[in-house]
């Protein structure tokens, strides 16, 4: 079974959930959730290679389903960064969106 091909780290996919979950909209912070999710999924399966041709079938198959779904939820969070503004490099919330966060914060 192949592993799986991964662009964000695991630290990173943290960092946007971290700071997401605190801002009205956290909805990078859905994706970025499923696809922890996924990974999950994905490691899970790897642990069941032992199991039975047929039952390796299985898990291969979940495996392979997992690795797509993770592939464009990647592409969709690397989308829905791109178009709020998010720096690439630090995955660090645009200033506008830290500004609404920071707001909702001082007024809780």
Do not use: F, N
Not at 12 to 18: A, F
Not at 58 to 82: G, P
Request: with cysteine; net charge negative; aromatic share 4%.
């Amino acid at each position: 079974m192949a592993e799986l091909s991964t662009r964000y780290s695991a630290e990173q996919i943290r960092k946007i959930k971290d700071q997401g979950m605190v801002y009205v909209c956290a909805c990078p912070a859905q994706v970025a959730d499923q696809l922890s999710k996924l990974r999950q999924l994905h490691a899970y399966q790897q642990q069941c290679l032992t199991s039975t041709a047929s039952e390796r079938a299985v898990h291969e198959r979940i495996a392979e389903a997992t690795a797509e779904a993770h592939a464009i939820l990647e592409q969709c969070l690397s989308d829905v960064l791109a178009l709020e503004g998010w720096d690439p490099q630090t995955l660090e919330m645009p200033p506008g969106l830290r500004q609404r966060r920071d707001q909702l914060l001082d007024q809780a």
